[in-house]
């Protein structure tokens, strides 16, 4: 790896496959299976749908970002369009960290340095990626 950005956004793409950990435990840790239970069968559908979605979507952003990471880096056009997508999606999700009620699942101190350790890496996320998009 010859420049610093390829280094950056191969540690975004790595990092992205770290943050998929936290996203398997989120079912059982959240109740799902018994919160969900009341709604009915077509929205716990949806519901697993759209988490499907996003499972895949940081699956294809960490793949993206670790096999094409010096193509990135180069930031052409449609390296930066890429880029910016990804900015965006990690963005959004840094500024859901602010709105998202999750004081009464913190309830251990590994449970507190996760979700601490989340906020760190979408903000990385969103700096990574946004450094490509606006060239810096």
Not at 50 to 62: E, K, L, P, Q, R
Not at 79 to 100: E, P
Request: contains cysteine; charged residues 10%.
């Amino acid at each position: 790896m010859e420049n610093w950005r390829e280094i950056l956004i191969t540690l975004a793409g790595a990092g992205q496959l770290c943050v998929l950990v936290a996203s398997a435990l989120v079912p059982a840790r959240l109740n799902w299976k018994q919160d969900l239970a009341s709604l009915s069968r077509l929205h716990r559908q949806m519901y697993w749908t759209y988490g499907g979605y996003v499972v895949m979507a940081i699956i294809a952003f960490s793949v993206i970002s670790l096999l094409n990471a010096g193509e990135l880096a180069e930031g052409g056009l449609l390296a930066r369009s890429i880029c910016a997508y990804i900015m965006v999606f990690w963005g959004v999700r840094l500024a859901l960290q602010t709105v998202f009620d999750v004081k009464e699942h913190l309830t251990t101190w590994w449970l507190v340095a996760g979700y601490h350790t989340l906020t760190l890496l979408f903000l990385f996320f969103t700096i990574a990626y946004a450094i490509v998009t606006f060239g810096f």
